[in-house]
């Protein structure tokens, strides 16, 4: 049954790929009507375009090396490209049923009426090359989101806690060593108390993160009570045992739903992933089971992947939750759906007595590119006997 739902997700995955690339690849010949000598270029680069992100996730299963790794890359840039594209022709295509209407624009056929559309492609392409460009130039930057959060808990020796986060990660082979030192040397940076992962660290198959060596970054994470993770959603994905061994080596805690006693100051709650139940068939435990049998006098912080169903921490009184998975929508305008979906789609909310932040993510998902927001880790400071106000 698992394997008969993966398929028809597939299926339609791939005909909703196909279906916009035939869309553009016909706009792309209607525009190229008065220069026929590029439409040859043009349609085996539509093919190239076209095949190159599945099989590059293919090929890396398979054949793991710098052809498939730069395939995979051609892929994953096309996926903002055909976004950018769609939506472009999309108005150009208002500006056509206007003119109908109107009759603004040059006789269809005439040599006025080609070289318009000529350059408008090139116009259209340009502006979508730039905006790509532009928005990997913003994933290479993240930013440091800082909040600073009082709890009116008392913890013995302790006034305040330094929590620096990061989430999505999506280590593999478009975040690769670099982009993974970048990671590691900002959250050292930070000096923090504590390190906390929440989910997709790997972005899927671990494979091309162990042949990368990405956990030696991982593994100079360096905080005096430690650096713990979750399981998201990609984990899942890619196979979760075999993820978590390899972060667990490389000196990160993963907590499946389990909770520890840090410093014999506070919990920390780790859940599994809410997608738990779609590849195992198993439930994960609920958050009120999980903290039921916790000293309340003690702050209580919960790692959850997914930020969905946030009245369940406010009613376990839960202190802090920290999310990420939505990226915010990554592209824009993405993020007015993510807006639509989750309570939270990004940066903070209060509910009853919790607090509640949702990251936009270190990393990217597809498309090494983000158009709607900046990449971010979190550096979160919690004061303890205070007044239960939240300050960014």
Do not use: C
Request: zero cysteines; hydrophobic letters at 45%; aromatic letters at 10%.
């Amino acid at each position: 049954m698992k394997t008969i739902s993966f398929l028809v997700f597939l299926g339609i995955v791939l005909a909703i790929h196909f279906t916009v690339n035939y869309y553009i690849y016909q706009r792309g010949l209607q525009a190229l009507e008065g220069a026929q000598w590029l439409k040859t270029g043009f349609k085996w680069s539509m093919l190239v375009l076209l095949l190159a992100y599945p099989l590059g996730r293919l090929f890396e299963r398979l054949w793991y090396s710098p052809i498939s790794v730069t395939i995979h890359w051609i892929g994953a840039f096309w996926f903002a490209g055909m976004l950018y594209f769609v939506m472009s022709l999309f108005l150009l295509d208002l500006v056509r049923l206007f003119n109908v209407i109107f009759h603004f624009l040059p006789a269809p056929g005439s040599s006025k009426y080609l070289t318009l559309k000529l350059y408008t492609m090139a116009i259209t392409v340009g502006i979508v090359v730039l905006v790509v460009i532009g928005g990997h130039i913003n994933a290479w930057h993240p930013r440091i989101s800082r909040y600073q959060i009082d709890l009116d808990k008392n913890v013995s020796g302790r006034k305040e806690l330094k929590i620096v986060a990061a989430s999505d990660i999506h280590l593999g082979s478009i975040i690769g060593p670099r982009k993974t030192a970048k990671l590691v040397n900002e959250i050292n940076r930070l000096n923090p108390d504590i390190i906390l992962l929440s989910g997709d660290v790997v972005d899927e198959d671990v494979g091309p993160v162990i042949r990368q060596n990405l956990g030696d970054s991982l593994s100079r994470l360096d905080a005096p009570l430690g650096v713990y993770g979750i399981t998201g959603n990609h984990e899942y994905i890619g196979g979760v045992d075999r993820a978590t061994a390899y972060l667990e080596e490389h000196g990160i805690t993963m907590l499946r739903d389990t909770v520890v006693l840090v410093d014999s100051s506070f919990y920390l709650v780790g859940r599994e992933d809410k997608d738990k139940l779609r590849f195992t068939g198993f439930f994960r435990k609920e958050v009120a089971g999980l903290v039921n049998n916790l000293d309340n006098g003690r702050p209580i912080i919960v790692l959850d992947h997914q930020p969905f169903d946030l009245d369940k921490p406010e009613m376990a009184n839960v202190d802090l939750q920290i999310s990420g998975h939505t990226h915010h929508g990554q592209l824009w305008p993405l993020g007015y759906i993510t807006n639509k979906l989750y309570e939270v789609s990004r940066g903070y909310k209060k509910k009853g007595d919790t607090h509640i932040i949702v990251s936009t993510g270190f990393g990217t998902w597809g498309p090494p590119v983000r158009t709607g927001n900046r990449p971010e880790i979190l550096d979160i400071t919690l004061r303890f006997k205070g007044n239960h106000k939240a300050k960014r």
